[in-house]
């Protein structure tokens, strides 16, 4: 893009709406030119629009479908292809609720190719696009519900577990080239993701909703701590540490040589 700020530009996925829309928002707030990546090419027209007679940054409206080839490519490509790009926020994700079992196999489909599958591999490429330049950052947004298998959706849960372990992973490859991944794992948040998979949100205590402008505000303040995991709603940092440490703990242990004493099979004389 011409405009070059010396912020950069970050390139948005599910800019259109929610927590997307939150981060162009704010993002453009501080600088940044913008590349806004959605379906709805009228609400994104309208959003850049928006943003840039109140930001006076450049913002470019590139629309794709995540879950077909050709719109997962487009973007990938342009990842890869644009130097200006030193930030990724890789937001856009579906929902569903209910069980397993009354699951349509498509909506299982659609819900992989865009959580799962459209994640990793816009990862992948910023991850190829940045990490030879030495700088970049992506924001990989999962959910509480990576956290969680006691209630929600399984496969909505398991691909928020996905995002999760995939960035802890990219944390490791990628630190040492200077690229910095968080994962942002928000609460129930007021957006159309419940309504676009036929839940009503008004069914939560409203304690356990936020709002959009308050997640992706704390979610950047962590951003700007460079924290590998920010839990907007966690009151106590030290929980999710904790839990962290328990997990580093099982390490040395996951992978021997003999079954634990525990299974061991008395063999037949
Ligand atoms: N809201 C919550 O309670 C909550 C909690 C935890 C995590 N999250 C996560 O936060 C992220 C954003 O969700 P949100 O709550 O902001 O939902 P949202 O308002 O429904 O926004 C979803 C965005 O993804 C885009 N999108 C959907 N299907 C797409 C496709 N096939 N190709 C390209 N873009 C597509 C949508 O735009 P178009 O329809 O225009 O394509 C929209 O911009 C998701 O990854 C979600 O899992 C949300």
């Known amino acids: 893009m ?7 530009t970050a390139l948005i996925t599910g800019a259109s709406s929610g927590i997307g829309a939150g981060y162009a928002q704010r993002l453009a707030r501080r600088g940044h030119n913008l590349i806004l990546v959605a379906r709805d090419v009228a609400r994104l027209n309208e959003l850049a629009g928006r943003l840039r007679a109140a930001h006076g940054v450049a913002v470019l409206v590139l629309p794709a479908d995540l879950t ?3 719109g997962l490519a487009i973007v990938e490509q342009r ?5 200006s790009i030193r930030l990724l926020v890789n937001n856009a994700g579906v929902a569903a609720f209910g069980d397993l079992s009354a699951m349509q196999p498509e909506v299982i489909g659609t819900l992989i190719q865009l959580n799962v599958l459209a994640a990793a591999r816009l990862a992948a490429a910023a991850a190829r696009a940045f990490a030879p330049r030495g700088e970049g950052a992506i924001i990989n947004l999962s959910s509480v519900l990576a956290l969680v298998t006691e ?9 928020k577990a996905f995002v999760l372990s995939l960035t802890q992973s990219m944390q490791r490859e990628l630190g040492p080239h ?4 968080q994962a942002v794992l928000p609460g129930a948040t007021r ?15 409203p304690e356990m909703v936020m709002g959009v402008d308050e997640l992706v505000d704390a979610a950047l303040a962590g951003f700007d701590r460079h924290e590998a995991v920010t839990i907007p709603s ?6 999710f540490a904790a839990y962290e440490q328990a997990r580093a703990a099982l390490g040395p242990n996951l992978s021997r040589d003999h ?7 008395e063999l037949a004389a």
Do not use: M
């Open 151 to 159: 209630r929600f959706n399984p496969v909505y849960n398991a691909s």
């Open 259 to 265: 079954a634990a004493a525990r299974y061991a099979v």
């Open 68 to 70: 077909v080839e050709a």
């Open 234 to 239: 966690l009151p106590e940092a030290a929980d």
């Open 191 to 205: 957006t159309e993701i419940w309504s676009r998979a036929g839940a009503d949100i008004s069914t939560l205590p």
């Open 79 to 83: 990842l890869e292809n644009d130097p």
């Open 178 to 181: 200077g690229v910095y991944v």
């Open 2 to 8: 011409s405009n070059v700020k010396s912020k950069g």
